[in-house]
């Protein structure tokens, strides 16, 4: 019923910036956190940027100072601002929202992916 779709991702230059979206549609009575993660070659899922309904935000060190996470509750979309991308942000971004369809379930939903390349 929930949907999460990505959109935003491609190819930048280092030190170049770029602006991924996260939109949430379908049977949604509140969406609390929303966040974005990433997983690279021979490492584990990392957790880059989250936001509470309130808009309480946690980054991860890598990225603090370079990237801005945001949300617009009327649309239901997070939006990450990445900011002096660097080779090693290279991957797929993956956006996660703990959502309720009703009022007795909270679950974890998560979009496809949108891939961010960092290359000259």
């Known amino acids: 019923q929930v949907q999460l779709v990505e959109s935003g991702g491609g190819l930048v230059q280092p030190g170049g910036s770029l602006r991924v979206s996260c939109a949430a549609s379908?049977?949604?009575?509140?969406?609390?956190?929303m966040g974005w993660y990433r997983q690279a070659p021979r490492k584990e899922r990392e957790l880059v940027a989250a936001i509470s309904s309130g808009g309480i935000t946690t980054y991860a060190d890598s990225v603090k100072g370079r990237f801005t996470i945001y949300r617009d509750n009327a649309k239901n979309t997070v939006y990450l601002q990445m900011n002096n991308l660097k080779a090693e942000d290279t991957d797929v971004y993956y956006c996660?929202?703990?959502?309720?369809?009703?009022?007795?379930?909270?679950?974890?939903?998560w979009g496809q992916g949108t891939k961010v390349t960092v290359s000259a």
């Open positions: 996660n929202a703990e959502a309720l369809p009703n009022w007795l379930n909270e679950y974890d939903y």
């Open positions: 379908g049977s949604i009575i509140r969406i609390n956190a």
